[in-house]
């Protein structure tokens, strides 16, 4: 039965509140609502979901511009900060610009809508509708019961977040979600701002303190180090083993499946598209969410007849498009990806890997795909080896999942991060354990 705020069964809890934030993953928790799931916000619900089924009191901070209809989902908590204007607002802020002088703003693109839209988000901001993150984060999390904050990567709103946890007498942790999130410029170039908006004040904040780290890989844990010269945690991503499963022996599997979004940076769907154009015989599937606008039209006017593309496959039929592929292509960039989760669906689902890089060394240890160290030609010649060669195909399919089963499931998550939380229960002045 889901209860609400009031009547959660807090005497129940086996450990400490814990609090996950993710402001943008309110459509994982109803994904029927249309909007395009990554995978931080999937990383983000299944942890939360685990630490309630583990007795953890467990939080889930999300911005919403609709009140959920349940404030207690799966046994975890919602904390809803509430931004009914926020749609309007994003609007707004496409068409107008806000200058420091009169007259104030200026119009980039007019429409009839700008009529009335300016004037309520005015009023709203002059009865206080506007409030900074600050303001949002201290309002979520004043109410409960001094526990653990984690806000998940680097960036502004997890800097706010660790502010407001601090404020409000919880203990903090940031769980690094990308190697961008230790980009060296953050602290060697004053005023330095990635493609995502994030500061170097963003990055001192969540980086610097006292506040735990946790890390996704041993390059992350190594890097850190070196920028910081702080230690942390090293957990490794899990994946869903039930939701993503191989399909039955004798089940039709065809193609290559590619995921990611428009942009030439960090996915790189340009140059999946130029490998596929290199295997003409094989279909390819890419799951593109929205992105780079250029980069869209040009994918879509060059794309060749053997490539295929959806905008946008709602989470719950995400299995089933891995379980209907016969391979895995990666272009993700190592300056961008921390541990990209998609690898660890594949290879749950039986998938053979071809990544342009190793995450980690995952595709090594598991022997689950082949990395090509940025080479384009081999990429596609691999892809056209694992098609012609049923037994390496077998081999590497059965390889992943036993891999991930091993290595990746929740409860082996759980096993690491679980010391870590109730060891920042302990008596103040004494350090919690890193475990390494």
């Known amino acids: 039965m889901k209860r609400s705020l009031e009547t959660a069964p807090k005497f129940m809890a086996a450990g400490p509140s814990v609090t996950i934030v993710a402001l943008n993953a309110s459509a994982v928790i109803n994904p029927q609502a249309g909007a395009r799931i990554g995978g931080l916000e999937t990383f983000a619900w299944n942890l939360a979901r685990a630490l309630a089924a583990d007795r953890f009191e467990a939080f889930f901070a999300v911005r919403a511009t609709t009140m959920p209809p349940e404030k207690v989902v799966d046994g975890v908590t919602l904390l809803v900060d509430f931004e009914p204007l926020r749609d309007l607002r994003r609007g707004v802020s496409e068409q107008v610009l806000v200058e420091r002088s009169f007259p104030w703003l200026r119009v980039k693109k007019w429409s009839p809508a700008l009529l009335w839209r300016v004037p309520i988000l005015a009023v709203a901001r002059l009865f206080g509708g506007e409030r900074s993150l600050d303001q949002r984060f201290g309002k979520l999390l004043s109410p409960l019961r001094p526990g653990i904050v984690i806000a998940l990567g680097v960036s502004a709103e997890s800097a706010a977040a660790l502010a407001a946890a601090e404020a ?76 993503f499963s191989p399909p039955a022996e004798n089940a039709e599997r065809r193609g290559v499946l590619w995921i990611g979004r428009y942009d030439r940076f960090h996915k790189r769907p340009l140059l999946a598209l130029e490998i596929a154009r290199n295997c003409p015989e094989i279909p390819f599937l890419f799951v593109i969410n929205d992105g780079d606008p250029a980069v869209a039209e040009e994918l879509r006017r060059s ?43 594949a290879a749950a689902a039986g998938l053979p ?12 240890r598991s022997e689950c795909g082949i990395a090509t160290d940025g080479d384009l030609s081999l990429a596609a010649s691999s892809l056209a080896q694992l098609a012609r060669d049923r037994a390496e195909w077998l081999r590497r399919s059965v390889a992943g999942r036993a891999y991930v089963e091993a290595n990746h499931s929740m409860a082996i998550v759980l096993r690491g991060l679980r010391p870590l939380l109730r060891g920042l229960e302990s008596p103040v002045g004494e350090e919690p354990e890193i475990r390494r």
């Open 168 to 243: 409000a007498g919880h203990e903090g942790i940031i769980w690094l979600q990308s190697n961008g999130d230790l980009d060296e410029r953050f602290f060697r170039e004053p005023g330095y701002r990635n493609v995502y908006g994030v500061t170097g004040d963003d990055a001192n904040a969540c980086l610097k303190g006292k506040h735990l780290l946790i890390a996704q890989t041993e390059h992350q844990r190594e890097r850190l180090r070196t920028l910081t010269g702080r230690e942390c945690a090293v957990i490794q991503n899990p994946v869903d083993l039930d939701a």
């Open 353 to 364: 890997i071809v990544s342009l890089h190793d995450f980690d060394g995952f595709l090594k």
């Open 303 to 345: 794309k060749p007849e053997n490539v295929s593309v959806v905008d946008f496959v709602p989470r719950p039929e995400m299995p089933g498009r891995f379980r209907s592929a016969a391979a895995f292509l990666s272009t993700g960039s190592l300056e961008h990806e921390g541990f990209p989760n998609v690898l660890l669906e």
